[in-house]
């Protein structure tokens, strides 16, 4: 894969803060890397998981002395629960929202639309989150925010996204929706591209909120998700390998490829102190905050569908809910033994580490068919 050098990298040196560097490459030719998307990624990722495992059993110890007993429990989640993860501590996002921020600020360019704008969703997604884990921990008690007022706000951050990302796309192209396989296919949604742009974030970040009910379960496919992410949207911002793969060129969002190590790194980094037995759970304050980035990437780079595919763990979560709901009011029966779906199987008797592991395995494949639409066309 070719490196792809940003714009004038003197009109960046006051707003960027590692890019600046790269001035100095005639003297030390070396210095010249930074110039590259491809060299800010893995730098992104190494400074993030640097960062979490520095910081990280500070942070674990300052939540646990503060939230006392820990995350509430379920009383009607699978049993085991209540013996073998009551006490632990939650919003283990802060751990990775922070990892992600530093790094990202430190190796991205900060004169780009696009990174602004998912970093705004991921803030603010992880806003949302955080009051929502505040008010199970304090009060002991599973109701945090209500579904609809989280909802509402959820939506309107997500449209006010939608709507910078169609502006940063200048013309019809910014709302148009491009389908895999079919490279011909295109829909201009005008302006019902950003209830469809705010849907696809907000659906996003609740499935991956669902998908957070064991130890490691989510991380492991968000990590995944954003390192194919990180392919989409270097190849969608490169105008050479968009024209050779035949998808569309979004200039500016390869940029976003920064964002999504930074992602990698604090995600390896929080998996470390997540994996089971957890010493931290991720909790609302991190899966909203990631399902939400992943959808705005997903927007930004116009790989919607993809999302649906690389992410497809997530929608099964999301589906699993959705049906359980649906059969028991209209029948009165359940189709699973309990929803999300991955307490099913808890319930069939899986044990945690084969339910987080086989899930891990079919994110891997399932983000390996959506990366395989690049070319499929």
Request: glycine content about 12%; hydrophobic content about 55%; aromatic content about 12%.
């Amino acid at each position: 894969m070719a490196a792809t050098p940003d714009a004038s990298p003197r009109a960046l040196k006051a707003d960027q803060m590692l890019y600046w560097l790269a001035d100095f490459s005639g003297s030390f030719s070396f210095l010249n890397v930074f110039r590259y998307i491809t060299f800010r990624t893995g730098g992104a990722m190494a400074t993030a998981i640097i960062f979490v495992f520095m910081f990280g059993p500070g942070l674990i110890d300052f939540l646990r002395a503060r939230q006392g007993k820990g995350q509430p429990i379920r009383a009607d989640g699978p049993q085991s629960h209540l013996v073998t993860k009551k006490g632990t501590p939650t919003m283990g996002g802060l751990m990775i929202l922070l990892g992600l921020i530093v790094s990202t600020l430190l190796w991205a360019n900060l004169t780009n639309g696009y990174v602004w704008v998912v970093l705004l969703v991921t803030l603010g997604f992880g806003a949302i989150g955080f009051y929502d884990d505040y008010l199970k921990v304090t009060k002991q008690t599973h109701a945090g925010v209500s579904g609809r007022t989280r909802l509402l706000i959820e939506a309107l951050i997500a449209g006010l996204a939608c709507a910078a990302i169609a502006w940063l796309g200048r013309g019809p192209m910014g709302t148009t929706l491009s389908f895999p396989l079919l490279k011909d296919l295109t829909f201009n949604l005008g302006v019902f591209y950003i209830l469809f742009g705010a849907f696809i974030i907000t659906g996003a970040a609740n499935a991956v909120n669902l998908t957070d009910g064991l130890d490691g379960l989510a991380i492991g496919p968000v990590m995944t998700a954003a390192l194919s992410f990180a392919a989409f949207a270097y190849l969608s911002g490169n105008a050479v390998l968009a024209d050779y793969l035949q998808i569309r060129y979004v200039a500016g969002t390869g940029e976003l490829a920064v964002l999504c190590g930074a992602v990698l790194g604090a995600g390896l980094g929080f998996l470390w102190f997540n994996a089971p037995p957890a010493s931290i759970f991720m909790g609302d304050t991190g899966s909203l905050a990631l399902g939400g980035l992943l959808g705005s990437v997903a927007v930004a780079t116009k790989h919607e569908v993809e999302l649906a595919i690389v992410g497809g763990l997530f929608v099964l979560e999301a589906v699993s809910v959705i049906v359980q709901v649906a059969s028991f009011k209209l029948t009165g029966k359940r189709v699973f033994r309990m929803a999300p779906i991955h307490h099913h199987f808890e319930q069939k008797g899986w044990t945690e580490p084969q339910i987080v592991i086989r899930f891990w395995i079919i994110a891997i494949v399932l983000a390996l068919a959506g990366l395989s639409t690049l070319k499929l066309r």
